[in-house]
């Protein structure tokens, strides 16, 4: 069955323990990822993590495994990421089995309302599917809120918009930021504190800083001289990675519905004005040239490798510096050739 939006949060911190599957979705990766540590948490479980190609390999593994008891007898779930239609099958023999001893949790990008899995698992009952989106503005806002009580921070809305556009609007990233902030203010769920201004002055270093939007404009505009300068005072080790491909994110979900509608027929002058208030009129000039220069095929490339590049650095798999350098250049040039 489908989340409501406003239920999803007692639906992690209560879980039903007659749903085997939650599935979660959508194009923000990291707050599905967070949400899914967020489950763990309410089920006081720890994750066994299964490979998706395993259970397309094998689609009797989801539910044999889920069926299985904890060698160690403590309450387990079982952990698939990333998942796609390639585990449909195990999903649905999960959904099948006589019983399950373990939920399983699958994090899964944005899915085709097409999806085999997505349709599986918004229509049965002992599942549960959740789409997260990138938050905006006061959604963002709560989004801070939210993830600093669980600090023990109490978070006005002026401090959480600060925060948001810092961490560019990751809850990933926010999660980290506010784990230091509560740590400067020796703040916990059972001593809750108050986040202000001069905290964040005060740990302002570990704050990500920077135009990550700009960088972001300047790989898709084929700019390789001031992406160059960008990337080198980015420093090596930190976490500005994630919120600059979150950036580079939001700038293609915002160009993919307008060259839509370019190739669809309309003339690129119509879209833009269509817009009205909405895009700032500086930014015009630079959004009619990325639409000139990026094909609804090429803003969908970009976008999935940027998916891709996400889960690397959330996971650990690459040096962020590096590979983010690595893919905003290989974009630069494509836009470059075009």
Known sequence: MKAARGSIGRALDQPDRNIRLYLLHGPDEGQSRALGQRLLKGLGADRFVIAAGAVRTDPALLADEAGAMSLFGGPRAIWIEPAGDDIAAGAEA?????????????????????????KLAEGHSAALAHASYVPEGKDAERMVAEVGRTFGLRVAPAVAARISEACGNDQAVVGQELAKLALFLDAAPERPKELDHDALDAVGAA??????????????????????????????????????????????LMLAPMRARVEAGESLDAVLTSLGKSLFWKDKPLIAKLLSQWDAAGIAKVAER?????????????????ALGEEMVAIARAARRR
């Open 94 to 118: 999960l959904l099948s089995a006589a019983a399950a001893e373990s939920p399983v949790v699958a994090i899964a990008g944005a899915l085709r309302k097409t999806s085999a899995l997505l």
């Open 207 to 252: 704050l990500p800083e920077g135009d990550f939007l700009h960088l972001a404009d300047q790989a898709l505009a084929g700019d390789l001289r001031g992406l160059a300068e960008e990337l080198a005072a980015i420093p090596a080790g930190g976490t500005e990675g994630i919120p600059a491909v979150r950036s580079l994110q939001r700038r293609l």
């Open 306 to 322: 940027a998916g891709r590049l996400e889960r690397e650095l959330m996971l650990g798999e690459a040096p962020p510096r590096e």
